[in-house]
């Protein structure tokens, strides 16, 4: 079945390391892949879409990767603040069906 | 604050009761959605409206009726709900279908945190 994997396990480091966070698809071509911050008890806020042509796009400290051979995404926040703390959701999308992952959650320590 | 308005942003409601969400974007957005979170379970898309026309339902129970009166409001009515129905419940739009060609971004609104007691 068409599904998408994030690190189960909440993520916790250290301020100012980078966050590196993954998304993985099974049985599934993606156009384009998707990155949101959800904050507890709110709406998901987009950060970061990269299509299946690109191999990265920045933004600020934000970095995503696109593996159309390894099927993975992986995100990174360089310099991590603990206001980077959140869950964090990854989405992939065709011209068919759009595919939600859990999310993964994200504590930054001071 | 991301443009798409959700009300209420919490509501308790009784397995009898009849309730309305109201949704409302000004983003001039031609695609609008629900969705349902529950804990530990992926986003569940339920609706979509395109140009005011629903252009999906995934399965879902009819006790749950959307309502999309113009292209900037978006209601989901409530009736006879099951405690399992309790989450939070997003409205989301976007300038086209997410699933097109454009690869557009989703532009979610608070939420409404539902209680069915």
């Known amino acids: 079945s068409q599904k998408i994997e994030q690190n189960s396990e909440a993520l916790n480091i250290q301020e100012g390391k980078t966050a590196t966070l993954t998304c993985n698809y099974t049985?599934?071509?993606?156009?384009?892949l998707q990155w949101y911050r959800q904050d507890p008890g709110r709406g998901p806020v987009f950060l970061l879409l990269?299509?299946?042509n690109e191999k990265e796009k920045r933004k600020e400290r934000l970095k995503v990767t696109f593996d159309t051979t390894l099927k993975q995404s992986l995100f990174h926040i360089t310099a991590s603040q603990p206001a980077d703390s959140a869950t964090y959701l990854c989405v992939t999308g065709n011209n068919r069906k759009l595919i939600w992952g859990l999310g993964t959650s994200l504590a930054v320590n001071p | 604050e991301t443009g798409v308005t959700q009300t209420p942003r919490h509501l308790v409601m009784g397995m009898t009761n009849k309730k309305s969400l109201k949704c409302e974007q000004h983003?001039?957005?031609?695609?609008m959605y629900w969705y349902k979170q529950s804990a530990k379970k992926p986003l569940e898309l339920m609706f979509v409206?395109?140009?005011?026309?629903?252009?999906e339902n995934n399965s879902v129970p009819s006790r749950f009726s959307p309502e999309c009166p113009n292209s900037s409001h978006l209601f989901l009515h409530l009736h006879t709900l099951q405690p399992e129905d309790s989450a939070l419940y997003l409205c989301a739009s976007s300038q086209d279908l997410l699933t097109g060609t454009l690869n557009t971004e989703a532009f979610f609104g608070q939420g409404t945190r539902l209680t069915v007691v």
């Open positions: 049985n599934y071509s993606p156009a384009y």
């Open positions: 409206y395109n140009f005011k026309e629903q252009t």
């Open positions: 983003l001039g957005h031609n695609a």
């Open positions: 990269i299509r299946e």
